[in-house]
């Protein structure tokens, strides 16, 4: 199947791992308005071959050419990409999906790059729910935002803070606090696990005012996240357990989350925030 030039809205996938290869499966069994154009991930050749066996036929293109594909571009890769991927997109006055939104923290240029050549950032709800309360509530006065993380062990193997501190959680046989603090100072220490953290942040009152806890829990099967928040219009909380994908460090909903977002540019109604 190859590139359909009648398709709206061209859509380019950077990365082709567990979230990046649900979103071109989703792509090309058919979201309407929208279809997949190109794919750019550092092993070409695995890349090839994995389109070519699901009968997929887009370019595979280096990181920096992918604009030239694709009216949106998401990333799915690592985040010490996002630069490399971002600048010519949003230069190009293209729209970037980032779902690695802790990197955003670092590179807060991109949303003046994107504002200066009319480019978009958008992030996608991900493995958190809530994210439109919290945009509404941001319009008046947030008093408080907390999150409390829970995942299995096996979700937080090779954190650069369990490393840095040498944590060792393998033989844990209960829930074990990782980490109390602020959502900005969690995300070098946890980037593969606390994007949801930061766009929650994001959402609301900030990544200096976010507060967080981490856990690693045995006793648990999915990543759970509750967030608590007081307002001057509402206050609220919410719990959501999500089963983990292939990649035990991100949940299902992650690639759902996108796919839901994608359906929503062409969609003549658009619910929620």
């Known amino acids: 199947m190859g590139v359909d030039n009648n398709i709206a809205i061209q859509i380019g996938i950077a990365g082709l791992g567990t979230i990046g290869k649900t979103i071109a499966l989703a792509l090309v069994k058919g979201v309407p308005g929208v279809g997949l154009s190109v794919i750019s991930t550092r092993n070409v050749a695995a890349a090839k071959d994995w389109l070519q066996q699901h009968g997929i036929d887009v370019p595979v293109v280096a990181l920096g050419e992918l604009e030239q594909y694709c009216d949106v571009a998401i990333e799915c890769a690592p985040a010490e990409v996002m630069r490399e991927l971002a600048e010519p997109v949003l230069k190009a006055g293209k729209?970037?999906?980032?779902?690695?939104?802790?990197?955003l923290l670092d590179r807060l240029d991109l949303l003046d790059l994107a504002q200066r050549h009319?480019?978009?950032i958008l992030i996608p709800t991900g493995a958190l729910l809530g994210l439109d309360a919290v945009k509404a509530a941001a319009e008046g006065k947030i008093n408080k935002v907390t999150m409390v993380s829970r995942k299995p062990v096996e979700g937080f193997r090779g954190a650069p803070f369990l490393v840095k501190h040498n944590i060792d959680i393998e033989d844990i046989t209960e829930p074990k606090l990782l980490f109390s603090g602020k959502a900005r100072e969690a995300a070098t220490?946890?980037?593969?696990?606390l994007n949801v953290a930061i766009s929650l942040s994001l959402a609301g009152i900030g990544p200096d005012l976010t507060e967080l806890e981490i856990w690693a829990d045995p006793t648990i099967h999915r990543n759970t996240h509750t967030i608590i928040v007081d307002s001057d219009?509402?206050?609220f909380s919410m719990t959501i357990e999500n089963i983990p994908s292939e990649n035990p460090k991100t949940g299902r909903i992650t690639a759902q989350s996108?796919?839901?977002?994608?359906?929503?540019?062409a969609a003549p109604l658009r619910v929620g925030t």
Do not use: E
């Not at 729209?95 to 990197?103: E, Q």
């Not at 220490?189 to 696990?193: C, E, S």
């Not at 996108?258 to 540019?265: E, M, P």
């Open 95 to 103: 729209t970037l999906v980032v779902l690695s939104s802790g990197a």
């Open 118 to 120: 009319a480019g978009r």
């Open 189 to 193: 220490g946890f980037p593969a696990n």
């Open 233 to 235: 219009s509402a206050s």
């Open 258 to 265: 996108v796919i839901a977002l994608l359906r929503g540019l």
